[in-house]
């Protein structure tokens, strides 16, 4: 069974840091492209950023390039995203996805507020 759990989230303020993480399990992580999107109560997923599956290649939402790194370490079959210099509009809860044989997966999602 695949699955993917979202961890880090929580309260930050303006201008701070943070770093997600995502666990995957039942697939093999190190063969698929992983992607980080977000999502506020009653608006569209947002794509954030995407990794491909060896780690060479990343892409950002312009929102985010810049603050936000991409990265994984496939032998810990876990994606992360450091997040830099927090915005309010950064609140969101934030999914990590992928992709499995045809089938899109994400996880529970984290929750994180930018906040003074």
């Known amino acids: 069974e695949v699955q993917l759990v979202e961890s880090g989230g929580g309260l930050v303020q303006p201008g701070g840091s943070l770093r997600l993480s995502c666990v995957a399990s039942g697939f093999t992580f190190g063969d698929y492209d992983m992607i980080w999107v977000r999502q506020d109560p009653g608006k569209e997923p947002e794509w954030v950023s995407s990794?491909?599956?060896?780690?060479?290649?990343?892409y950002y939402a312009d929102s985010v390039k810049g603050r936000f790194t991409i990265s994984r370490d496939n032998a810990k079959n876990t994606l992360y995203l450091q997040m830099n210099s927090m915005r309010s509009e950064d609140t969101a809860v934030y999914y990590c996805?992928?992709?499995?044989?045809?089938?899109?997966?994400r996880g529970q999602g984290t929750q994180f507020t930018v906040s003074s």
């Open positions: 990794i491909n599956s060896n780690g060479g290649r990343t």
């Open positions: 996805t992928s992709n499995v044989a045809t089938t899109n997966y």
